[in-house]
Every structure is written in C-alpha cells, then in structure tokens.
C-alpha cells in the first residue's frame, strides 16, 4: 500500500504562482510513474500533469501547458507540480495520483490507478 500525501494549496492572486508537493510512502518511487489531477466544484476530475516511470518525460493537458512544470525526485520520493500565471479556473482541489509502470497516455486517463492522495485545495482569487 502506497500513501500519497500534498502539500502547497492555499489561497493566490491571479498571475501568482505555487508548488504542490506530493511525498509518496514507497522505497520504490521509480517505478510509478505520477500524476496530478484536479477537480473543481461541480465538475468533473481532469487531468493535469504526469511524468513517467524511471525517466523524465512528461505529458500535460493543454489548459496548463506553458504555465505548469511537473518533476520528480527520486531520493525524496516526491512529485511537485509547479504552476505560474494562475488563473481563477485553476481553482480547484489538486490530487497527488501513482500508478505502477503505467504509460503516460495511460495516466492521462485516469482510470485503474493504483493510489490517490486525498488533495490539495488551490484556489485563485481574481
């Protein structure tokens, strides 16, 4: 069982920026490759960000390509989302996801991934 806790929401101006945190419970970090997904009230989860398994490649949904930056470290067994230029549509709760050697398309789906965090509440004032 893997145990995935965010960190870094909080409350910004649009046009400001925040790092979200996710610290994952497992000494075999590599092998997952991380997501991040977000839901804002009403609507349903979207995807947001994901980087591979074992390397650094990296897919991001096309409403935050340009303003968000999704990393890892490995020694740290964190994920970190970087994200500039807030928009008041960013607001939402932001969840930390792992799923084990999966494909980045794979990810992007959402579907059958092995843990969830619990989430991160961003919320971006106009």
């Known amino acids: 069982q893997v145990q995935l806790e965010e960190s870094g929401g909080g409350l910004v101006q649009a046009g400001g920026s925040l790092r979200l945190s996710c610290e994952a419970s497992?000494?075999?970090?590599?092998?997952?490759?991380m997501g991040w997904f977000r839901q804002a009230p009403g609507k349903e989860r979207e995807f947001v960000a994901a980087?591979?398994?074992?390397?650094?490649?990296?897919l991001l949904a096309d409403s935050v390509k340009g303003r968000f930056f999704i990393s890892r470290d490995t020694a740290k067994t964190t994920v970190y989302l970087q994200m500039s230029s807030l928009k008041p549509e960013d607001t939402a709760v932001y969840y930390c996801?792992?799923?084990?050697?999966?494909?980045?398309?794979?990810?992007?789906?959402?579907?059958?991934?092995?843990?969830w965090g619990k989430g991160t509440l961003v919320t971006v004032s106009s």
């Open positions: 497992t000494r075999i970090f590599s092998s997952y490759t």
């Open positions: 980087i591979i398994w074992g390397g650094s490649s990296t």
């Open positions: 996801a792992a799923d084990w050697r999966s494909t980045l398309p794979t990810m992007s789906r959402g579907i059958g991934v092995d843990y």
